[in-house]
């Protein structure tokens, strides 16, 4: 029999790693095994990956000046920039992206596929997500297939093929399919 204290320990840490689990925090564990993938770390380490981390601003292969983890615009704009810096402003990009993302699909998507798409509309921004889930046959219609299929053809930077943005595709259909 459990008394009424522990019961109310144990719903209050169940609720805890509930809440941490909903909201992505972290991934419950065992032994350090975990139960279910942090995608957002997944995906965050990716985009690190693909990106790669340069302190002082340069010209992508597009042509436009970038900093950091592929930061342009306004962001762009600086001498430099340290690589903690870095880390947090795209920790913050990245979840403003997942936002965008949840602004602009209608259909429910599991925490892989949303995070899929982010580092998507990170590298190829909203307009570009906008055109990959709306249309007939997109995954706003309902067809999730569509994202695989049509991901993969987002691999054009200054109008050339580049083997890095065909790789990271590659890698971001593999996300959204749940393989990583």
């Not at 840490?13 to 909201?23: K, L």
């Not at 920790?91 to 982010?118: G, I, S």
């Not at 054009?156 to 065909?166: S, T």
């Amino acid at each position: 029999m459990v008394n009424s204290y522990t019961m109310k320990s144990l719903l209050f840490i169940a609720f805890i790693c509930f809440t941490a689990f909903a909201y992505g925090i972290s991934s419950p564990s065992v032994n350090g095994k975990r139960f279910v993938p942090d995608y957002f770390q997944i995906a965050l380490d990716g985009v690190k990956s693909f990106e790669g981390f340069r302190e002082k601003p340069y010209k992508c292969p597009a042509g436009v000046r970038t900093i950091g983890y592929g930061f342009t615009g306004p962001l762009a704009k600086v001498k430099n920039i340290s690589k903690e810096d870095a880390d947090l402003l795209l920790t913050k990009e990245l979840h403003q992206y997942v936002l965008t993302v949840e602004d602009n699909v209608k259909v429910p998507l599991t925490r892989n596929q949303l995070y899929a798409l982010a580092s998507f509309t990170y590298n190829c921004g909203e307009g570009n997500l906008r055109q990959l889930v709306n249309g007939k046959n997109r995954l706003n219609s309902g067809n999730y297939k569509s994202v695989e299929r049509l991901l993969p053809k987002y691999r054009k930077g200054g109008g050339k093929v580049l083997k890095g943005l065909q790789k990271r595709r590659e890698w971001e259909v593999k996300l959204w399919k749940g393989e990583l």
